[in-house]
């Protein structure tokens, strides 16, 4: 079946603009997390979704990030006044139930800001 | 915040030696899984490990979790060129959280 699908897959962006990443889970997986990894490292957690509700967004860096998930499905990552900094690849993964469930991650979209 | 090291961070080998690549938490963990990640990739499962003690094989590869559950490693016996990646362990510190933190990795080449 179709796994986790991420788009784009390549994003290059100025300084200073806002761009949205989008994720679309595997079908029935309630479970949803974004990730961060940079060159070299592992991946970084910036929130976790249990069906449209974000259950933990601890790993958001500051208040330019923002993901939503409305209808518990697809999910959507947002940045707002991106920064040089913020370039790396962004993650999605989903798990089919809650609490000790292998991720299924996505293809990543490659995020860089000029 | 929870804090997951693994060493070493680079690892190259002769094909057909073996590799081994260790997990250390600084926090009692309620599972820990593992992942391989190929150059270009993304992170794909291996397996999941939940009691203290376990120890699982797939194939030549041995998976141990630590008695006080703090730590785990990663065995790969008579390395073939299709091991290259990068592996991550990855934890949960106790069930009501199901927040995954990744470790740093080690990435292992083979040479042929």
């Known amino acids: 079946g179709a796994g986790v699908s991420q788009t784009p897959s390549n994003k290059v962006t100025e300084k200073g603009k806002y761009v949205e990443l989008r994720c679309d889970p595997i079908?029935?997986?309630?479970?949803l997390y974004w990730y961060r990894q940079s060159l070299g490292q592992g991946p970084e957690f910036l929130i976790y979704f249990q069906g449209t509700g974000a259950a933990d967004d601890s790993g958001l860096p500051n208040d330019r990030f923002f993901a939503v998930r409305p209808e518990g499905s697809v999910s959507t990552l947002k940045i707002q006044r991106t920064e040089r900094g913020d370039s790396a690849v962004y993650l999605c993964?989903?798990?089919?139930?809650?609490?000790?469930?292998?991720?299924?991650f996505g293809n990543g979209t490659r995020l860089t800001v000029t | 915040g929870q804090q997951v090291m693994q060493i070493p961070q680079y690892q190259h080998v002769q094909e057909g030696e073996d590799f081994t690549t260790y997990c250390n938490s600084s926090?009692?963990?309620?599972?820990i899984q593992w992942y391989k990640q190929r150059p270009g990739g993304h992170p794909v499962f291996l397996i999941q490990?939940?009691?203290?003690?376990e120890v699982k094989k797939q194939k030549r590869l041995t998976f141990q979790f630590g008695e006080a559950k703090k730590n785990s490693s990663l065995h790969i016996t008579a390395t073939q060129t299709t091991d290259v990646g990068t592996y991550f362990c990855?934890?949960?510190?106790?069930?009501?959280?199901?927040?995954?933190?990744f470790g740093t990795g080690t990435r292992l080449t083979i040479i042929p």
């Open positions: 990855a934890a949960q510190s106790n069930f009501g959280n199901e927040k995954l933190t």
């Open positions: 079908s029935g997986h309630t479970a």
């Open positions: 490990l939940v009691k203290s003690g």
């Open positions: 926090t009692t963990l309620s599972n």
């Open positions: 993964a989903s798990s089919l139930t809650r609490g000790r469930s292998p991720l299924h």
